[in-house]
């Protein structure tokens, strides 16, 4: 164990401790998965209960508290983002009846900040706050096509994991791919992540034409799937308007 460590960064370990499908942990779990002495976890966690950073529910598992997620809504950085985007979703949701997100780029990863569902949707393994490769989603393509170059190679060396055969996973293929994203405006991804399933996704551009998000949907994979592109277009041509006031 690393007893060095300052406060602020065993508190962020704690923190990470938690995951989409680890949302409520035991202190044994959380002292375990932060590297901490028992002790020291739960003194810190105790802590972190009397500021509303987490909450200890009644079986004594601990949670993210909602003032944490308070304080991250108010000054998150996708904040303007997403609302210039939510009224152009909302649309776009009503137009394709299933999945509509928003992704922005976050390392060598797209994190999903915005979803619009509907009962009855197709399969969609992506949820708010999820992170996904870039090079596994449409909207983590679309992302990849207009990041720097520098980051690009980094993702092209590789590893380039599988989720399904057509996963893009060899590099000159998906070099292509994304030479192919920037001519057509567009990653059209049949069957990437499932195979009943299309990610259509777009660029969002903000002040001086940089793309700064990635607007997507997930539909059915069937010959309809093209004809959502125009609709998703038009919800991107609106909201990189807003944005760019």
């Known amino acids: 164990m690393a007893n ?11 923190f990470e401790s938690f995951g989409p499908d680890t949302p409520a942990l035991r202190v044994t779990d959380i002292a375990r998965r932060a590297d901490l002495h028992v002790a020291t976890a739960s003194r810190l966690v105790d802590e972190l209960v009397g500021h509303g950073w987490l909450r200890r529910d009644p079986d004594r598992r601990i949670r993210v508290g909602v003032r944490l997620w308070e304080l991250a809504s108010r000054a998150s950085p996708t904040l303007g983002l997403r609302e210039a985007a939510m009224p152009f979703m909302e649309d776009l949701h009503a137009v394709v009846g299933h999945h509509t997100q928003l992704g922005v780029l976050e390392d060598r990863e ?8 509907a009962p009855g949707a197709v399969v969609n393994v992506t949820r708010v706050a999820g992170r996904l490769p870039l090079h596994a989603s449409s909207s983590g393509l679309v992302l990849l096509a207009h990041a720097p170059a520098d980051l690009q190679e980094r993702v092209l060396a590789g590893p380039l994991g599988t989720f399904r055969r057509t996963t893009l996973t060899e590099p000159a293929r998906l070099r292509r791919f994304l ?3 920037r001519r057509d405006g567009y990653a059209f991804c049949a069957g990437f992540i499932d195979e009943e399933t299309t990610g259509i996704a777009v660029p969002l551009r903000g002040p001086g034409g940089g793309v700064i998000a ?3 949907v997930i539909v059915p994979n069937d010959r309809n799937a093209r004809m959502q592109i125009p609709a998703l277009r038009a919800a991107a041509r609106g909201i990189s308007r807003m944005l760019s006031r």
């Open 4 to 14: 060095r460590d300052s406060v602020l960064t065993r508190v962020v370990r704690i």
């Open 214 to 216: 990635a607007l997507s």
């Open 110 to 117: 797209v994190l999903f900040v915005e979803r619009l569902s």
């Open 179 to 181: 030479a192919d994203v």
